[in-house]
């Protein structure tokens, strides 16, 4: 019994398959397994899938090739009936064009006599911004009209070239010679729209699109021509305010017209918006803009010693020397022996020696009553009577004359009285962005 019971077990246990393979004496198994099966399962079905298209493509091959065929040979009907409507077409255009030449002829020259206006406007405003030098007052971006083709004697060869483009806008061709016409039908691609209109219509409405859109750019050069005089008188009024508050005396008088001695037979007034008008206001603005940077550039605006500390300020200040109070006519810099001194303005050197307290000492006359003093020098490298222009170079920093070391006195005089040299350097930094 208990034998019996150990060799029992629960379930049918699943059989395995064997394949023995006998050759001889030598004797083989190979046990089947379930994924073995499965695989060769899913070749075999690959393999009918594979040889089922096969058949299937060869057999609708001939049909796809026919149905393709089919199409290509609708598709070329139809392109060729679209070139022969087109060529028909094109001498419908061409006949009407040979009428109608002549009226497009005159819209031609007539729009072109409007882009020559403009473009000799626009040429007097580069001439008038070139000579007052500000070319860089007048906007690039803005639409200039193209230049009118050489016309003499109202060449026909010319105006025709002249319908020919404008036959372009049109979507028309100007009219062809008899050597042209085949060669045209031959390029011929796609249909042209056909209206009730003939190219006398479509001109009339091309070129009244056209002289609105002179007319806007006549009308934008008016407003540019406005703003720039406005602009240059700004800025004049600008600059020519904080020379005045320098005590710098601007002539302007002489730019304002006179009140009396005046005369001449009465002429009806210009309109606001005429060109020569604003050209010449423009003019004034720019004459009076140059004048008043001119004034300004050539006066004691920068810094003698850029980027120096500056050591002692203009007025009542402790002497070095005797400890008292004791005015101080300028303003130090503090630099090293050596350092380069430039000139704050534009004049004439009239001093270029070594006196007394200052040491070698340049002095310069700028005119208007303003002269400019650099004191304690090492090194003078100008002599009296040369021309100088602003930032360039008079000496070299130095310790000479009344001096306790190395520094730049300077000094800004007008009418021989010493002024504060920092009003001026304070009012060249806001010159700076207006005279550049």
């Not at 030598?26 to 499965?38: C, S």
């Not at 105006?159 to 050597?179: H, M, R, V, Y």
């Not at 007319?215 to 240059?232: F, H, M, S, T, V």
């Not at 340049?362 to 002599?383: A, F, K, N, Q, W």
């Amino acid at each position: 019994m208990t034998t019996g019971s150990n060799n029992q077990v629960f379930g049918k246990r699943r059989e395995q398959h064997i394949i023995i393979l006998a050759s001889g004496d030598r004797i083989r198994h190979m046990t089947i397994r379930p994924w073995m099966v499965a695989l060769t399962v899913c070749f075999l079905g690959t393999m009918a899938i594979g040889y089922l298209g096969a058949t299937t493509y060869l057999v609708l091959r001939d049909n796809l090739i026919g149905a393709t065929m089919a199409r290509q040979a609708r598709m070329q009907h139809e392109y060729e009936d679209r070139i022969a409507a087109l060529r028909a077409q094109v001498d419908r255009v061409t006949s009407r064009q040979l009428l109608d030449q002549q009226v497009v002829e005159e819209k031609v020259e007539k729009l072109l006599e409007q882009q020559m206006a403009l473009t000799s406007r626009h040429g007097r405003i580069d001439a008038l911004l070139q000579t007052d030098s500000a070319p860089d007052a007048l906007p690039t971006d803005g639409p200039m009209p193209a230049e009118k083709p050489l016309v003499e004697g109202k060449d026909r060869a010319s105006l025709s070239t002249g319908t020919q483009a404008f036959a372009a806008l049109l979507g028309e061709t100007a009219a062809p010679s008899k050597s042209e016409v085949p060669q045209r039908r031959a390029l011929a691609l796609g249909y042209v729209p056909m209206t009730g209109e003939n190219v006398a219509d479509r001109a009339d409405r091309l070129f009244s699109h056209m002289t609105l859109s002179l007319k806007e750019i006549e009308a934008e050069q008016l407003q540019r021509i406005d703003e720039l005089a406005n602009g240059a008188s700004q800025t004049a009024d600008e600059i020519a305010a904080i020379l005045r508050r320098q005590g710098v005396p601007i002539d302007e008088q002489a730019a304002l017209p006179a009140t009396d001695a005046v005369g001449g037979p009465y002429l009806a007034p210009q309109s606001d918006r005429d060109f020569n008008a604003s050209l010449n206001a423009l003019d004034v603005a720019l004459t009076r803009l140059e004048t008043v940077r001119e004034t300004a550039k050539r006066l004691p605006f920068a810094n003698p010693a850029p980027g120096r500390e500056i050591t002692s300020r203009f007025g009542n200040r402790p002497d070095p020397f005797f400890g008292g109070l004791a005015m101080h006519a300028g303003i130090d810099f503090r630099a090293p022996t050596g350092t380069e001194i430039r000139s704050t303005g534009a004049g004439k050197v009239v001093t270029a020696t070594f006196s007394g307290g200052y040491g070698n000492m340049v002095e310069i006359d700028h005119g208007l009553g303003l002269s400019t003093r650099y004191g304690h020098m090492s090194r003078i490298l100008v002599s009296e009577g040369d021309t100088v222009e602003t930032g360039q170079i008079l000496g070299l920093a130095g310790s000479t004359g009344r001096s306790t070391g190395p520094h730049l006195h300077y000094e800004v005089r007008r009418n021989g009285a010493p002024v504060d040299p920092m009003r001026f350097l304070n009012a060249g930094m806001k010159l700076t962005p207006l005279i550049n």
